[in-house]
């Protein structure tokens, strides 16, 4: 089978394609045939090494990139039950996707509704599971509270709007464009910004009458924590789940103090998708709200198997909308 590895880090360049052999299910896992994988920031990070020394999602050289995916079982291990072959699934936060089958854990599957086309599930999963713990376990978002995202226009922030104007939340977001301010803009955000160098905390504050939002959704680090810091209210929270522009690596606490006794969190999906019961409803929240229309997730490009190198180039340059999704056409 295609699949695509790397034997070091580093640029777009170190991705090797790869004919291997389709891996063999152990005991507890399902083999997938994959009609699609999702490609995901997350991956540009992985190629580049800043998970070399994680202890939540470790990875070791070489590895098969990708860590989403939605296909269908075609084999079961001897110790699975409740999953056959035929079974349409998607499933997130294990590598190997970038493959046309994958060897996964049986608990981390979701089934897939037959009404869901499975390039939905695919783009739907990591960022979808990713937005509602960030929306309702972190900032437990609720009627009357303000909020911060960034990035809107991106596979996270688009979903965290829907599900912060869902909750009852004002939303301020922050594009770097006018095209993608658009987007965001469609997905239900109430007031759209450009970064402007920072001047959106100022932006905040005058909407606000001095006071800032209660929560900030941050996936882009040093680049704008602490504008985020200064667009927090008094005692607000800010979630930093990202560093698409670099790990801010100077923050003294004191700082947290003087920007209004902030709470500031860095949390991870792993942590808030750790058994199969929270993930299987999970799924189910996202993906009947996609059925009853309620949830739009954009898919931003298709792509196909030689073209992985171009899509991550794309998401470091900024120049994706939404979620690039790779169609598995060789089976
Ligand atoms: N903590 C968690 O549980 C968790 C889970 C999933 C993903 N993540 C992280 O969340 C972040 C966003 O992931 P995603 O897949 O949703 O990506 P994405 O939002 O689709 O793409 C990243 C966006 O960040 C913005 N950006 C700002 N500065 C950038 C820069 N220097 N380089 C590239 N993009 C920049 C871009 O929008 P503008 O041009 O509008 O700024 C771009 O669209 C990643 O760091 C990912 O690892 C964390």
Not at 53 to 73: D, F, K, N, Q
Not at 230 to 235: G, I, K
Request: with cysteine; aromatic share 8%.
């Amino acid at each position: 089978m295609q699949s695509v590895h790397i034997e070091r880090y580093g640029g777009p360049e170190v991705m090797i394609h790869r004919d291997v052999a389709v891996p063999t299910p152990g005991p507890d896992e399902v083999l997938v045939r994959l009609a699609y994988w999702g490609i995901n920031f997350i991956d540009v990070h992985t190629r580049e090494g800043k998970y070399a020394r994680s202890r939540t999602y470790p990875v070791t050289l070489p590895t098969t990139l990708g860590m989403e995916g939605a296909g269908t079982i075609v084999a079961t291990g001897s110790a699975v039950e409740g999953l056959h072959p035929g079974d349409r699934v998607a499933y997130c936060i294990v590598w190997g996707s970038y493959a046309e089958y994958a060897a996964v854990p049986a608990w981390r599957v979701a089934k897939v509704p037959d009404a869901l086309p499975l390039d939905m599930a695919a783009a739907s999963t990591f960022h979808g599971f990713t937005a509602y713990y960030l929306a309702n376990d972190v900032a437990r978002l609720a009627p009357g509270m303000t909020c911060l995202v960034h990035a809107a226009s991106g596979g996270i922030g688009q979903i965290l709007i829907q599900l912060a104007k869902r909750a009852g939340a004002r939303v301020f977001a922050t594009t770097s464009t006018n095209e993608k301010e658009e987007v965001a803009r469609q997905r239900g955000a109430d007031v759209m910004l450009l970064y402007d160098d920072g001047r959106f905390a100022d932006a905040i504050r005058d909407a606000t009458h001095g006071a800032g939002v209660d929560v900030v959704f941050d996936p882009i680090g040093k680049a704008t924590l602490r504008d985020s810091f200064r667009a927090s209210r008094r005692r607000g929270l800010v979630i930093t789940y990202g560093s698409v522009s670099g790990s801010i690596g100077d923050l003294d606490p004191i700082e947290l103090g003087e920007a209004g006794s902030l709470f500031l969190t860095r949390p991870r999906l792993a942590d808030h998708l750790a058994d199969s019961t929270t993930i299987r409803r999970r799924a189910e929240d996202i993906f009947s709200a996609m059925l009853d229309g309620s949830l739009k997730v954009t898919i931003g490009g298709r792509y196909t198997f030689d073209t992985v190198e171009k899509v991550h180039s794309a998401l470091e340059d900024r120049r994706m909308i939404g979620k690039p999704l790779l169609i598995i056409a060789a089976h």
